[in-house]
Every structure is written in structure tokens, then in C-alpha cells.
């Protein structure tokens, strides 16, 4: 690894009982990202809509595996952050996601 590398590290975003199936919820690190729980399993993407920097976990809408943007209707796969419906053309970020210990955490570049 090069100094030019960038460090990973895992960030503790809550207990796996907080987040309820169907859930997203915001972590405040820079930049921003959406943490859902879908049927017991999470995901992690960045949170803002690559059409227009809406938060998702704050004003999205999740359903089938998927979160719709509250501005403008741009809906992504929160498993592979694919665009499944404009006015979006960019994927969002995806991110590592693990449970240890009944607690989930989410790898983070810096």
C-alpha cells in the first residue's frame, strides 16, 4: 500500500434491532451515507441522489429494494447502488457493511 492510499476503516452505526426491515438510516460522515435494512440483510450507499444531492435516508422512500429520491423521483438498487429509474444516470456508492457482535458497521475510506 502506498502512502497515496487511502485507509479503510469500519464505523459502528447502530445495533442491528434499531434499523427495522424496510428502514434506512443516515450516517454523518463526509460524505454522507444511507445505511437500509432490507428483510433483515443491510446495504450501505452513499446518501445523496446523484441527480440533484437529495439526502435519501431523510427524504427517500424505500420499497422492494428500492429507495426513490424525494425530490425528483430517481430511484437505485440499495444493493448495488444500479439507477433502476430516472431522472438519475449515476450509480450511487456502495459500501461494505458487516454485523459483529448484534452491532452493524460500515466501512469508510479516510
Not at 440499495?78 to 450509480?91: E, F, I, L, N, S
Not at 461494505?96 to 475510506?109: E, G, H, L, P, R
Request: glycine letters at 10%; charged letters at 20%.
Amino acid at each position: 500500500m502506498t502512502a497515496e492510499a487511502k485507509s479503510e476503516r469500519l464505523i459502528r452505526v447502530c445495533a442491528v434491532g434499531e434499523l427495522r426491515p424496510g428502514g434506512v438510516k443516515r450516517v454523518d460522515v463526509d460524505p454522507p451515507i444511507a445505511l437500509y435494512n432490507i428483510g433483515g440483510t443491510f446495504y450501505a450507499t452513499a446518501d445523496w441522489c446523484t441527480h440533484d444531492r437529495s439526502s435519501l435516508a431523510d427524504e427517500g422512500f424505500v420499497e422492494n429494494g428500492q429507495v426513490e429520491c424525494g425530490w425528483h423521483f430517481a430511484k437505485f438498487c440499495v444493493r448495488t447502488g444500479a439507477v433502476t429509474a430516472p431522472p438519475a444516470t449515476q450509480p450511487l456508492a456502495t459500501y461494505s457493511v458487516q454485523v459483529i457482535d448484534d452491532a452493524v458497521y460500515v466501512t469508510v475510506s479516510g
